[in-house]
């Protein structure tokens, strides 16, 4: 059974920073493409950043693009999200999502999801 596991959520104030990781369990996401989703409260659930394999296919939402950076770990099967001058629009769940099907860029399918990490920045 496949799981992955967001950490790192938190209340911090805006501008500052956080670093959200996800470990993923029950199936090995090498070379398969990992992505950030967030939900802001009243809001749809959005795309903030994939990557495919180490640096190959990043690529983020227009929103976060020079303060957000995501990266992963191979060898332990997880993906970060470095977020840094973290604004009050970014209070949100964010979700850890991997994916076993065709990569098509930032419209990638995803069908594997965590539960979601709470991500609160106070203005």
């Known amino acids: 059974q496949v799981q992955l596991v967001e950490s790192g959520g938190g209340l911090v104030q805006s501008g500052g920073s956080l670093r959200l990781s996800c470990a993923a369990s029950?199936?090995?996401?090498?070379?398969?493409?990992m992505a950030w989703f967030r939900r802001a409260p009243g809001k749809e659930r959005e795309f903030v950043a994939t990557?495919?394999?180490?640096?190959?296919?990043?690529s983020y939402a227009d929103a976060v693009k020079g303060r957000f950076t995501i990266s992963r770990d191979s060898s332990k099967n997880s993906v970060f999200l470095q977020m840094n001058n973290l604004k009050p629009g970014g209070t949100a769940v964010y979700y850890c999502a991997a994916s076993s099907l065709a990569w098509t860029g930032p419209t990638t399918e995803y069908n594997y999801w965590g539960q979601g990490t709470q991500v609160t920045a106070s203005s």
């Open positions: 029950g199936r090995t996401f090498t070379t398969y493409p």
């Open positions: 990557q495919r394999w180490s640096t190959e296919g990043t």
